[in-house]
């Protein structure tokens, strides 16, 4: 969580050379790998932590996200084949645990992109945000609002994606709602969304780099996209939604894009030290 991912494979692979039956460890290895987007040794990971832990509803859920890291770099073929098994890990993951709520949202959201051939679709979606209304208010009115925002039907999306806010004024329905206006591009609204976002979050967890990542797309408030990304770095409720690593590339690329050079490259050199084959640091420094 700290993003000291090559301390973390170093000691996990240690532990699964020890211990190959420790299914836990391979999932975090998964994790670990995904977190730097090393998706090629992330998914024999994942698969070997399924293999171990078969009715593990976190170990399907990361199953599926790996395939669909793997299955977005791959060709025509390869890409189809892939699918079924993201849909079918995101589905297994789903039935094993229907309160995981990151299960919950990646087949919504793998419900909602994908086409009809490797089992997508907008019913499909709607159903599960009708199944889960009851126990998961907030993200049933996210699936519904994403759900109207792929038919093109943006008046019920907009609905939706507000009255997600306002059942608990949690900072992701605020982050939603935000991106959905940039997507319109309704700057102002947006901003304003987004700054709703930042307020709400007294933890400054995973949702203000998002806030920071949507204000940087926009080009604008770059001091309070900063600052968000800053507190994140400082507080302790880092997570797998924000790699560590992935954060330090925003600031910097932030800084760069202010004229701070050495600021700049201060950030990709910190995620280098964290995890020394990361690619987008790597690039960005050399971008420099």
Not at 40 to 66: H, I
Not at 84 to 94: I, N
Not at 102 to 129: C, F, I, M, Q, R
Not at 139 to 149: V, Y
Request: charged residues 25%; neutral net charge.
């Amino acid at each position: 969580m700290n993003g000291r991912v090559d301390e973390a494979v170093q000691m996990l692979n240690v532990e699964v050379t020890e211990n190959r039956t420790d299914g836990a460890a391979h999932l975090l290895l998964c994790r670990a790998y995904i977190s730097v987007q090393r998706v090629d040794a992330a998914v024999p990971e994942c698969e070997t932590a399924v293999r171990l832990m078969s009715q593990n509803s976190r170990a399907q859920d990361w199953m599926g996200r790996a395939y669909g890291m793997k299955a977005n770099s791959a060709g025509p073929f390869t890409g189809l084949k892939l699918a079924h098994q993201v849909r079918e890990a995101f589905e297994a993951s789903f039935s094993l645990d229907p309160h995981n709520a990151d299960a919950v949202n990646d087949l919504a959201e793998y419900y909602v992109g994908a086409p009809s051939l490797v089992g997508g679709g907008t019913d499909k979606a709607d159903d599960l945000a009708d199944r889960v209304q009851g126990y998961m208010p907030q993200t049933a009115h996210r699936i519904h609002a994403l759900s109207a925002e792929k038919r093109k039907d943006y008046s019920t999306a907009e609905r939706e994606f507000s009255a997600a806010t306002s059942v608990k004024n949690a900072p992701e329905a605020w982050v939603d709602l935000g991106g959905f206006y940039k997507r319109r591009k309704q700057t102002a609204k947006a901003v304003d969304a987004l700054q709703h976002a930042y307020a709400a979050d007294a933890a400054k967890n995973s949702a203000v780099v998002d806030v920071a990542s949507y204000l940087m797309d926009m080009h604008v408030k770059p001091a309070l996209a900063k600052k968000a990304l800053e507190q994140y770095l400082a507080n302790d409720a880092k997570s797998d939604a924000a790699p560590v690593v992935h954060v330090h590339v925003l600031l910097g690329r932030l800084l760069q894009a202010d004229g701070d050079r050495e600021g700049a490259k201060g950030e990709f050199n910190k995620a280098l030290q964290l995890a020394a084959n990361y690619g987008p640091a790597k690039k960005a420094l050399q971008g420099l």
